[in-house]
């Protein structure tokens, strides 16, 4: 990551040369956050892949063990994951055929598929949780307990600042 970010620097830096008035730090900041997440998301997806998972099919199976009855429907994995329905489905699919997940429908609205933890998916989980739990802790070992409180604070504040807030118009109604 160091020598790709370090060629977006010297971009950066030639840029800035026909823009004397660009914000260097903000630039920066948002490459960071870019390659931090990148290389983020490629460390665990090789970690998942050494487990015949995804990133996301993690992400739909714990979507679905963390609900009460730890089921739900493809529309709620898919806001909660932030990914496309198309894409959910396909990792539904996945899990279904490696019987980790089941479809069924709704005992009240027949017409609505919900999407249930198998004892097999269920089981799956209880072993992964733990190396899960070791790899998150091993991407974020760099920090201090108090960096990474502090780290937490600035990523939550910057996300409530990038996210979507409902007009004043819109709570009047």
Not at 80 to 87: I, L, W
Not at 144 to 168: F, I, Y
Request: glycine share 2%; aromatic share 6%.
């Amino acid at each position: 990551m160091a020598r790709t970010f370090s060629h977006y620097e010297r971009c950066i830096d030639t840029v800035r040369t026909h823009h004397p008035d660009m914000p260097r730090q903000s630039v920066i900041l948002m490459r960071l956050g870019y390659h931090v997440f990148r290389a983020m998301n490629e460390r665990l997806d090789a970690f998942f892949a050494a487990h015949q998972l995804s990133a996301s099919a993690w992400a739909v199976l714990m979507k679905i063990y963390s609900a009460p009855d730890q089921a739900v429907t493809p529309s709620e994995i898919s806001v909660a994951v932030v990914q496309s329905r198309t894409h959910m489905t396909r990792v539904a699919d996945d899990l279904a055929a490696a019987g980790l997940i089941e479809r069924s429908h709704d005992q009240v609205d027949r017409r609505r598929v919900v999407l249930r933890l198998t004892p097999h998916g269920v089981a799956r989980i209880q072993q992964l949780v733990p190396l899960v739990w070791a790899e998150y802790e091993k991407l974020l070992a760099i920090f201090s307990a108090d960096e990474a409180t502090q780290l937490e604070g600035l990523l939550r504040r910057w996300l409530a600042h990038l996210e979507p807030h409902p007009s004043s118009a819109e709570n009047d109604t």
